[in-house]
């Protein structure tokens, strides 16, 4: 895979990044992105100051959140959108 590819490509890929045109629905309207957020992280977000310790155990992958254990029933079906992250 290439270091670097195409804006173009990248527009296939990821979606629209700043200074790419996109049209509003099935309108003649556009606009331009001003601005990518596709980086942001928590420290970018200066009035959210929350930040819940998270442990996952590596003997039997527990994952606790601020001290409470973390619980998720197994699923029957996957949606075929999320198929790919089963990988």
């Given at each position: ?7 173009d490509?990248?527009a ?5 990044t700043?200074?790419?045109?996109v049209r ?7 606009i ?10 928590r ?15 590596p ?6 959140l601020?001290g409470r254990?973390l619980?998720?029933?197994?699923v ?12």
């Open positions: 895979m290439p270091d670097r590819i195409g804006r490509q990248h296939l890929r990821h979606g629209p700043e200074g790419d045109l509003l629905g099935d309108t003649d309207l556009w331009r992105i001003e601005r990518d957020l596709s980086s942001i992280r420290t970018d977000l200066v009035a959210n100051t929350a930040a819940p310790a998270i442990e996952v155990s003997a039997d992958g527990t994952v606790t601020d254990v619980h998720a029933e197994p029957r079906e996957v949606p075929l959108s999320r198929l790919y992250l089963l990988g």
